[in-house]
């Protein structure tokens, strides 16, 4: 029997529910670990016990002892936290919170995709399915994958999927020249390199910092490129005033946190100004969050085999730091 799709049920939560003082109960007697991805709204982030990028959450992930994982971010992480940490009950405020990246390349389109590539070493960026990690040697985030990519013999042909301009900054900075697989963010695809000027123009001593999933064109007038935690450290420690950044807006909320005193600005992604949003992050919400800790679901399950076909690249990746 198949089972049903499960959709948080907001009518079900009472008038009278203090949603905040709940989810702390709850947490506490189900003896939970809450973990947020820096794309999430800053309520969500307040809430988390630990906030991170893909490779902190997780290495978190990894070494916790709790019972429950609630998963504020994404699909794929929820997945990669219940690969690390299969008995742990993993839960995920709102199943349909996807990301593109991993959407636009199902085990499937991968694995004949790959038998062009017969030699080549697998390394496939964090943001994928369990199935595509299954299909994969090592394992990479933004914030390692340049050390991942300068792990693999030299002599060894490398395919790197499924972010493109993420594969093609690491084959910039390590020499190697590796075979991309045609897919892109589509919150670091709206970035251009005109808006990025415009910015610049107006706030000229600004130090502009932007994700290793943007363009070349957009990556090649950094100040700094790295991950969101990388992006974290340098305006912890810059004497800029005032910062440009290239990467989901979730994220600024944290910077103001470590530097009150400095001025951050999102890159605007339409004639209206809009900040760049992720539409997937932000489907987890404090009312989906009390909903999935008071019932356990929407819970992520995986089959045994495939969890442990695409553990061993995680661990070579976690192994690597």
């Known amino acids: 029997m198949t089972s049903l799709p499960y959709f948080p049920d907001l009518d079900s939560i009472g008038s009278d529910v203090d949603m905040l003082a ?46 429950v994982i609630l998963f504020c971010g994404v699909h794929f992480m929820a997945e990669t936290a219940k690969i690390l940490n299969p008995n742990s009950t993993v839960v995920i405020p709102d199943l349909s919170a996807g990301c593109s990246l991993a959407d636009r390349c199902s085990d499937l389109v991968f694995q004949n995709w790959l038998k062009d590539y017969p030699d080549h070493a697998v390394i496939s960026y964090i943001n994928c399915s369990a199935g595509v990690k299954a299909l994969s040697d090592i394992i990479c985030t933004s914030s390692n994958a340049v050390r991942v990519v300068n792990s693999i013999s030299p002599e060894k042909k490398i395919v790197f999927a499924p972010d493109r301009h993420l594969g093609k900054w690491a084959s910039q900075k390590t020499g ?34 932007t994700h290793p999933e943007c363009s070349a064109s957009v990556t090649s007038r950094a100040d700094f490129v790295g991950s969101t935690a990388a992006m974290l450290n340098f305006v912890a420690t810059d004497s800029a005033k005032v910062f440009i950044i290239g990467t989901e807006a979730g994220i600024l909320y944290q910077m103001s946190k470590v530097r009150p005193d400095a001025e951050f600005l999102s890159i605007p992604v339409d004639s209206s100004g809009s900040c760049p949003l992720c539409p997937y992050m932000r489907l987890n919400t404090v009312e989906k969050i009390y909903l999935a800790l008071r019932d356990l679901k929407p819970e992520i399950t995986l089959d045994e085999t495939l969890c442990q076909k695409a553990l061993k690249p995680l661990q070579k990746m976690l192994a690597l730091g």
Do not use: W
Not at 177 to 195: A, E, G, R, W, Y
């Open 22 to 67: 709940e989810i702390q109960r709850l947490r506490t007697a189900k003896n939970v670990l809450i973990l947020a991805h820096y794309y999430q709204e800053s309520v969500v982030q307040d809430l988390a016990d630990f906030v991170g990028d893909s490779l902190q959450l997780a290495q978190s992930a990894q070494k916790t002892k709790a019972e």
């Open 176 to 209: 190697r020249d590796m075979v991309l697989f045609p897919n892109s963010c589509i919150v670091h695809d709206q970035f251009t390199p005109s808006k990025v000027r415009e910015l610049k123009a107006r706030y000229p001593v600004a130090k502009f910092l």
